[in-house]
C-alpha cells in the first residue's frame, strides 16, 4: 500500500501515534465518548451536526479553522468535562491519514500499551509507527514497550515517559505552547482501552 507501509494478508495492523493522536482517542474512549469517526481529507466539521458530534481537527501540530477542537488530550478532558459527547469526527496530520486506508486496525499509545499487548497477544499484527516529519523517537519507544509486554517481558514506564518527553516532537509541541499535552501523556498511568477501527469507526474493543 502507499505510504511505505506493507501489511501481509491476515495481519492486523497496530497505529502508534502517542504525541497525539492516539492519546486523545484512549482520553476519549475514557471519558465516555462511544464513537471516533476518522475523517478523509476532504471531510469536515459541515457534515457533522454540531450540537450531537464534537469534531476534531490538527494540521501540523495546531487546530483546524472550523474544527471545534484540536488534537489536545489535556484540553479534550476539560472540553468533555463541561460538555460531554458520544461521538467524535476526527482529522489529524498523521494517524487518521493512515488508518482510513485500513479495513481493520488497533491504536496503541503510551497511555494503552499494555491493554492493547494483552489484546494482541497470540494475534500476527504489524506495528506501525505513525511519526511525522518531525521523527518517531516516541512512537518507536511505545513499540519496544509493546514488543516486550507480548513477549512476556516488561518495560520501565519512567524510560517510556522519557521517550515521550524528550523526542523531537515533543519539542516542537512545547515551540507550540502544548507543554500541558505532554505532561498529561507522559504522566498518565495505563488505561484499560483498546481502540478498534472496524473500516467505519473507532470503538473501545473491551
Known amino acids: 500500500m502507499s505510504d511505505g507501509l506493507s501489511v501481509r494478508p491476515g495481519e492486523l ?13 484512549v482520553t476519549a474512549l475514557t471519558r465516555g ?7 478523509r481529507p476532504d471531510q469536515g466539521p459541515q457534515d457533522f451536526d454540531a450540537c450531537e458530534v464534537l469534531t476534531i481537527g490538527e494540521s501540523g501540530g495546531t487546530q483546524i479553522a472550523g474544527f471545534k477542537a484540536g488534537n489536545s488530550p489535556a484540553a479534550l478532558v476539560d472540553i468533555l ?4 459527547r458520544k461521538t467524535i469526527a476526527m482529522r489529524t ?6 488508518l482510513i486506508k485500513f479495513e481493520r486496525a488497533v491504536i496503541c499509545s503510551s497511555m494503552n500499551v ?9 494475534r500476527d499484527i504489524c506495528i506501525i509507527a505513525a511519526g511525522g516529519s518531525r521523527g518517531q523517537a516516541e512512537d518507536l519507544g511505545v513499540a519496544l514497550a509493546l514488543a516486550a509486554l507480548m513477549g512476556g ?11 515521550v518527553r ?7 509541541l512545547q515551540s507550540l505552547g502544548f507543554q500541558a499535552d505532554i505532561d498529561y501523556i507522559a504522566g498518565s498511568g495505563q488505561y484499560a482501552v483498546v481502540p478498534v477501527y472496524d473500516g467505519r469507526e473507532i470503538r473501545n474493543a473491551l
Open 81 to 84: 468535562t463541561r460538555s460531554p
Open 33 to 39: 465518548v462511544i464513537s471516533i469517526i476518522p475523517l
Open 153 to 163: 517481558a516488561d518495560f520501565d514506564p519512567a524510560a517510556l515517559a522519557s521517550c
Open 93 to 98: 496530520s498523521n494517524l487518521t491519514r493512515i
Open 114 to 122: 499494555r491493554a492493547v499487548a494483552a489484546y494482541c497477544t497470540g
Open 13 to 25: 495492523p497496530v497505529l502508534i501515534d502517542t504525541l497525539r493522536a492516539a492519546s486523545t482517542i
Open 166 to 172: 524528550e523526542s523531537e516532537h515533543a519539542r516542537h
